[in-house]
């Protein structure tokens, strides 16, 4: 599928087949109020990797998965050269929106085949090969933790214990993925060099009316996964002095988390989500109660100040409702800086494409936030209206879309030769 004719191809005519994709992959698990649902290996996802895997074969990409379902679409140029990696994510919330994640992959994509097209127009043979990721569980909303299938390729988490993982309902990864025809083998390709754009998912971009964010670092996380113990009794009749209430504990651990990020104001974040409730009857007081907590900040001291805090209130919290809190650590980093090499880069390639840009920091974690520690890693950013995320109305605009898609051509191509080797 080349066209010998790319460098006849209008700004008009690229951005055309940005958008018609883009508008495609939005229809898989596509929700009433104009998001998406497609969870890690649900039937939407399948049905989307599914797509992704034709668009890249169609083109000239061999496409294969990862022991633990990391999709790659890889197009050599030289055998045994290594690739320069770009990608994202599929995968969405429940009831997310159709830009997190999606938009970076179909980026990647849109990014490699104009590559692809421009090098055999010209006759000139790249330095690395290219590959387009699409990383398993990025989202972590149905197994835990996050951005799984990034950690496992970086070795920050063993292949066995995520394929051993099960979701609420106790399908494991490794069946979840073996029914989707996703569990292949090996630990997917040699990377050179890796490159992901995103949306925000903030406002500072929307707000500031600027199209490019050059993420320099990522905020300290610590998250856990808490455990309330209590012991289940009748709503109506127990005495509530013998009442072990996991709920009301769980409760008191919501209302710390916000005490603590309203103590330590605008570079605190905190929140508390996912929580499960056995039994669930709504004439049973609850015996155990699990919830995910996670504290985030640019100040790694913040986070240590704050993690303190919420020991403190556990110990508290078990005392005032009777109940017992097991921690488990689920997911943490500190302020991690991205390669700065990368950073230049990319403000020389918007510049040269006339796109407004500044340094900005990402509060969420990406696949990113795992790849750049083993090779030199970029990841941007393009405006999201009013900051919204997570939600079905998440929206980027298509100029803001497509301006990416260009940018991210230009930083790809400055890989491929090996800028960052």
Request: hydrophobic fraction near 40%; proline fraction near 4%.
């Amino acid at each position: 599928m080349t066209d010998p004719a790319y460098s006849q191809l209008t700004a008009e005519q690229l951005d055309t087949e940005v958008l018609a994709d883009f508008r495609e992959l939005s229809r898989f698990g596509e929700t009433p109020r104009g998001g998406v649902d497609r969870e890690a290996m649900t039937a939407p996802d399948v049905e989307q990797r599914g797509w992704l895997t034709a668009w890249l074969t169609e083109r000239g990409f061999r496409v294969e998965c990862d022991r633990v379902g990391n999709q790659f679409g890889l197009y050599t140029w030289t055998p045994g050269a290594p690739y320069v990696l770009l990608g994202s994510h599929l995968d969405s919330q429940p009831l997310g929106g159709k830009f997190d994640g999606a938009y970076g992959v179909l980026a990647a994509a849109q990014a490699a085949w104009r590559l692809v097209r421009r090098f055999e127009e010209s006759g000139h043979t790249p330095r690395h090969n290219i590959a387009v990721v699409n990383w398993f569980n990025e989202e972590g909303s149905r197994f835990q933790p996050s951005m799984m299938g990034s950690s496992v390729y970086t070795g920050k988490m063993d292949a066995d214990a995520a394929l051993k993982t099960v979701d609420l309902t106790g399908v494991s990864v490794a069946e979840a993925l073996e029914a989707g025809g996703a569990l292949g083998t090996g630990d997917g390709p040699e990377a050179a060099a890796y490159a992901e754009i995103h949306i925000e998912q903030g406002r500072h971009l929307d707000e500031e009316g600027v199209t490019i964010g050059l993420v320099e670092a990522t905020w300290a996380a610590q998250k856990y996964h808490l455990i309330v113990t209590g012991d289940q009794s009748h709503t109506g009749s127990t005495v509530i002095s013998d009442r072990h209430d996991a709920l009301l504990g769980a409760s008191h651990l919501v209302v710390a988390a916000r005490e603590i990020a309203d103590r330590f104001g605008p570079d605190m974040h905190t929140s508390v989500g996912q929580m499960v409730i056995e039994p669930n009857s709504p004439v049973v007081v609850a015996r155990e109660v699990r919830l995910h907590l996670d504290m985030r900040s640019p100040d790694e001291s913040l986070v240590a100040q704050a993690d303190a805090l919420l020991h403190e209130r556990i110990a508290e919290i078990e005392e005032l409702a009777s109940v017992r809190i097991e921690k488990d650590t689920a997911h943490s980093w500190g302020l991690l800086p991205y390669d700065p090499r990368g950073v230049e880069l990319s403000r020389e390639v918007a510049e040269e494409l006339g796109l407004s840009h500044r340094d900005i920091m990402t509060i969420a974690g990406h696949d990113s936030t795992n790849v750049k520690d083993v090779v030199p890693s970029v990841m941007l950013f393009v405006p999201s209206v009013d900051g919204v995320s997570h939600n079905e109305g998440e929206y980027t605009t298509d100029a803001d879309l497509c301006a990416g898609v260009d940018l991210f051509t230009g930083v790809a191509a400055r890989l491929v030769g090996g800028a960052l080797d």
